[in-house]
Nanobody, 123 residues
Framework: VQLQAYGGGLVQAGGSLRLSCAAS????????MAWFRQAPGKEREFVAA????????SYADSVKGRFTIFRDNTRNTVSLQMNSLKPEDTAVYFC?????????????????WGQGTEVTVSS
């Protein structure tokens, strides 16, 4: 397995959760890492991305100010700290990686995907 996401679960609205994704070194070092999510009955959407050296980050408008993406390049992990969670954040969250930073929101450019971890936010 090249990307392994974990940390999902059930949380009440207003609560916090941290997702993490462990990656093999081959597709982590020097790669842009991102989180996407797919809610039931909806298309997958971009959540956040971080550049290889963590100099740049991008967020979907819906999560700005609530979610923070960060990475540990010594442990080949990328994490998503989710605060002030809302029921509309309920989804399966996927981590993904690609070589370049350009257009981080474009999921078609991501070459590697994890299996997803489920987040449920109750109202």
């Amino acid at each position: 397995v090249q990307l392994q996401a974990y940390g999902g679960g059930l949380v009440q609205a207003g609560g916090s959760l941290r997702l993490s994704c462990a990656a093999s070194g081959r597709i982590f070092r020097g790669y842009t890492m991102a989180w996407f999510r797919q809610a039931p009955g909806k298309e997958r959407e971009f959540v956040a991305a971080i550049s290889s050296a963590a100099h740049m980050a991008s967020y979907a408008d819906s999560v700005k100010g609530r979610f923070t993406i960060f990475r540990d390049n010594t442990r080949n992990t990328v994490s998503l700290q989710m605060n002030s969670l809302k029921p509309e954040d309920t989804a399966v969250y996927f981590c993904a990686s690609k070589a370049a930073w350009l257009n981080p929101m474009n999921e078609r450019q991501y070459n590697y995907w994890g299996q997803g971890t489920e987040v449920t936010v109750s109202s």
